[in-house]
C-alpha cells in the first residue's frame, strides 16, 4: 500500500472514529429522525440515484456482464421503494442501545451493570447490490455506529450518489457527515488496508463470496464476521415420510437457488435410496434442476432419461447457487452426519423424519448455525425467524450465528458506581 | 513452516475436532464427574507435578531468569492446592451448555430456539505460569470445548506433567484424551500455524503481552479473543473529595501493581491539581511509587524532595506493571475523555467526582470494557464481579468483554421443529 493510501485511510478511519463517538450518545428518537430523514431525501433525489443506476447498468452491459450480474446491480423505481419501504421497517424496530443488564449490588457496595453499546465503526465490503448501501447504512446509524463503506465497482456510480444522499441527511439533522463514509477507489490495495485499520475499526462484515470472505480471514486485524456461504444439506431419514419429503426439498432446492440458505447435497438413506430417489429426481428434473450424484444415487437415478453427472470430492463442497444439485446415499445417519461436518459451511441442515430419536440425534449432532428437523433450509433469514432486521448470515460461532439483528451491531460495556471504594 | 508441521497441526486439529464432538453431549453430571476425577488425579500426582516443576525452575536458575519471573513459574504445595481449590469451584457453578432461549413458534408453524453449545476447539496461547494449563484445560472441559494448549517453553516440563494428568483423568472416565492436547514444541513456528489452523479450531485466545496479542491479531485466521492488556485510567475531577480519593487510587497502583487492572496513568483537574497532586504524589512516593509528570504535574511535585522522570508520549502508551505511575493535568473532564480515547487499551478507567454530571458524562463518553464511579479500577476481574470464573479479560468489544465468565466459551445454534414446513 502507498504512503498516500495509508494517509487516506487514517483520516477515514479517524474520520469515522470521531463520528462514532457524537453516534454513540444519541437517543433512540434523534436516530428516528435521521433514518426518516433518510427516507425522505432518498425519495426525493429518486431521479439522481436511477440515473446514476442507469450508467452503471450501461457500463455493465458495455463491460459485457451477465444479464443476472446487471439484473443484480439495477435499480427501478419498484425496487427503489422497495429499499424504502425497509427503512421504514427498521424504524419501527426497538433500539437495541442503552438496555442494561446483569445488574447487581456487589458485596463490597459496588453497583454493577452491563450496558449495551454500538460497536463503534463498522467496515462492510460488499459486491454488486447497491441496496447494500443504504441497508447496511441504516442499520450502523440505526445502532449508533459509524459505518466506511466499499461496495463493488460495478456500482460505484449508485453508491456515489446513494451515499451522498444519506450524507446529506446527516447534515440535515446536524449530524457528523461521517458517520457515513464511503471507499471509492477500485483499487484492492485499499481493501487490504482496510482490514488492517483495527486502530479506528472494530467489525468487518464481508458480504460477498467465497474468495472475499476468505481474503477477509486471512488478512484481516480486525473481528470479521464470515458468513452468507450456505453449503446446506437435508438427509432423508430411513423413517421420512417420502410423500411428504418431495415438497420440502423442492422449496428448499428450486424456490430461489441463487441464495445461501438453498439446498446443495441431499443425502439420502440407503434403505430408502431405491423407493424414493427416482421419485425426487424426476420431480425435480421438471423444474429443471440438474445433478452430481455419487455411484449409488446414479445407480437409482438410471433409466429416467436424464443426464447425471459423476459426483467427486468437489461436488459436495461447492455452493450452487444455481439449479444443480449434489445426491449422495449413506449407510445409516451417523453417515450423514459425518459428511456434514466434513462438507457443510455450517449455514444450514436438515433432517426429514417421523422418527423422534433421528431428530433429536441430527439435532444434537450437527453443528451448524441453524438445523431443522422436517423443514426447509431456506428458513435461515433474519426476517423469517422474526428478527427484524438482517444484518448478515454468520457462519462463525463467536458474537453472532446464523441470522444477526441489530443487536449483532453492539457491545457492551460494564459499569460500577462506588462511593470510594478500593478492593479489599 | 515445514511439511512435517503442517502435517502435525492438522492431526491435532482433527483430534481436538473429533474429541469436541463427543464432549458436546456429555450431561452437567458426566462433566463434574470429569472434573472431580482431575481435581483427584492432581492430588494423587502431586510429587511428579512438584519435581517436574523444580525441574522448570532449576532451569530458570540456570539461564538467568529474574526472581519475578521465576517466582511465577515456580509451583509448591501450596499453590497447587489452590489450583486444585479452583477446580472444585468450577464444578460447582452452572453449566451454560443446553440452555435455550428465544424460543418461540413462527406464524408458519415451526418451532424456534436458540440453544447454547460449545464452541468447539479451543486453541490458548500462554505464558509462564503453569496454573493456565490446569485453569484453562477445566474451563474448556466444563463447556464442553477440546482445548489446544501452548504453554511457554520456561514451564515445559511442568506442562507436560499436568497435561498428561489430565489426560490419564480423561481416559479414566472413558473420554477421549484429545480434548486436551499440549504442543510441546518451542519453535515459534508451530503457533503460526495453530493460528491459521481455522478448519479444526474455533477460538484463539492468547494470555500474555502485547507482542503475543499483536501477533495473534494480525496473523490469525481464527477468531481471536484479545485481551489482559490494561492501559488503565483515572481521572480526579474538580468535584472529587480530595481526602478519599487517596485512598482509592493508592489501591487502583499498589495494591497489586503487576496485573492488568492496575492504574497506569492519573489524570488530574487543573483546578484542583496544586491542591492534590502533592499530597497524592508523596504518600504514593511513600509506598516506593515513581513518577512520569506532564510538564504541569512536574510543577506541582518540586520541591517534594524526590526525582520525577518527565513524561513523553510514549509514557502515557505503557502498560507499566510495576510501580510507576503516570500523571497528567488535564483542563477539564473532556480533555481528560479525549486523553483516554487515544492512550488506553479498552481496560478499565475511573472517575473520582462527587457531581452526578460529570460521573454520568464520563460513563457514556469513555468506550472500555469497564467503567467506574468513584472505585478503584483493580475490580475488572470475574471473581470480584460474581461470575464465578474468568477465561481471560477482553478488551475487544466482539463476543466478549471485560471478564469472561463460561458462557464466553459457548455460542449458540438455531434448532427449528417444523412439520415437513416450506417456506411460502
Redesign the interface.
Known amino acids: 500500500m502507498s504512503a498516500s493510501e495509508t494517509e487516506y485511510l487514517t483520516q477515514l478511519g479517524q474520520r469515522a472514529k470521531a463520528a462514532s ?1 457524537i453516534l ?2 444519541l437517543s433512540a428518537k434523534q436516530k428516528s429522525a435521521l433514518l426518516m430523514e433518510i427516507s425522505h431525501q432518498l425519495g426525493e433525489r429518486k431521479d439522481d440515484i436511477l440515473q446514476a443506476n442507469a450508467q452503471d447498468v450501461a457500463n455493465a452491459k458495455a463491460n459485457g456482464l451477465t444479464d443476472a450480474m446487471i439484473d443484480r446491480l439495477m435499480l427501478d423505481e419498484g425496487r427503489l421503494a422497495g429499499v424504502i419501504a425497509d427503512i421504514d421497517n427498521v424504524i419501527a424496530l426497538a433500539d437495541p442501545v442503552g438496555n442494561e443488564s446483569e445488574s ?1 449490588v ?1 458485596d463490597n457496595g ?1 453497583r ?1 451493570t452491563r450496558r449495551s ?1 454500538p ?2 465503526v463498522v467496515g462492510v465490503i460488499y459486491e454488486a447490490r447497491p441496496n447494500v448501501t443504504v441497508d447496511i447504512a441504516v442499520l450502523a446509524l440505526k445502532t449508533g455506529n459509524a459505518v466506511i463503506l466499499r461496495g463493488g465497482k460495478e456500482t460505484i456510480t449508485s453508491n456515489k450518489v446513494l451515499s451522498e444522499v444519506i450524507r446529506s441527511a446527516l447534515a440535515m439533522q446536524k449530524l457528523p457527515q461521517d458517520a457515513v463514509q464511503l471507499i471509492d477507489s477500485p483499487d484492492r490495495s485499499i481493501v487490504s488496508g482496510l482490514l ?1 485499520l ?1 486502530k479506528y475499526v ?2 468487518i462484515i464481508p458480504r460477498g463470496g467465497q474468495n472475499l470472505q476468505r481474503l477477509c ?2 488478512q484481516s ?1 480486525i ?2 464476521i464470515l458468513g452468507g456461504i450456505g453449503i446446506c444439506h437435508l438427509f432423508v431419514d430411513k423413517h421420512a ?1 417420502l410423500v ?2 418431495i ?2 426439498i ?3 432446492k428450486v ?1 430461489r437457488p441463487t441464495v445461501c440458505n438453498a439446498l446443495d447435497t441431499l443425502l439420502v438413506h440407503q434403505d430408502v435410496a431405491a423407493a424414493f430417489i427416482p421419485n425426487i429426481a424426476s420431480h425435480l428434473h421438471s423444474l429443471g434442476v440438474r445433478f452430481h450424484a455419487c455411484d449409488k444415487a446414479a445407480g437409482h437415478l438410471d433409466g429416467l432419461g436424464f443426464d447425471v453427472t459423476a459426483a467427486h470430492d468437489e461436488s459436495f463442497s461447492t455452493e450452487w447457487l444455481s439449479l444443480t444439485l449434489g445426491i449422495k446415499v449413506v449407510s445409516d445417519i451417523d453417515v450423514a452426519v459425518e459428511h456434514i ?1 466434513q462438507y457443510s459451511s455450517g449455514h444450514s441442515e436438515a433432517i ?1 423424519t417421523d422418527d423422534i430419536h433421528a ?1 433429536a440425534h441430527f ?3 450437527v ?10 433450509t ?3 433469514d433474519g426476517s ?3 428478527l427484524g432486521a438482517e444484518v448478515a448470515v454468520s457462519t ?4 453472532a ?3 444477526m439483528a441489530l443487536d449483532a451491531l453492539t ?13 479489599p
Open positions: 463517538f454513540a450518545s447487581r456487589l459496588l454493577l453499546v460497536l463503534g488492517r483495527d472494530d467489525m480471514a486471512e486485524s473481528p470479521v415420510d411428504r419429503a415438497d420440502v423442492t422449496n428448499a424456490q461436518r426429514l431428530a439435532m444434537n449432532q453443528d451448524s448455525a441453524a438445523v431443522y428437523v422436517n423443514a426447509s431456506r428458513f435461515t423469517q425467524f422474526g462463525q460461532k463467536l458474537h450465528r446464523g441470522p457491545t457492551y460495556k460494564w459499569l460500577a458506581w462506588g462511593d470510594y471504594t478500593s478492593r
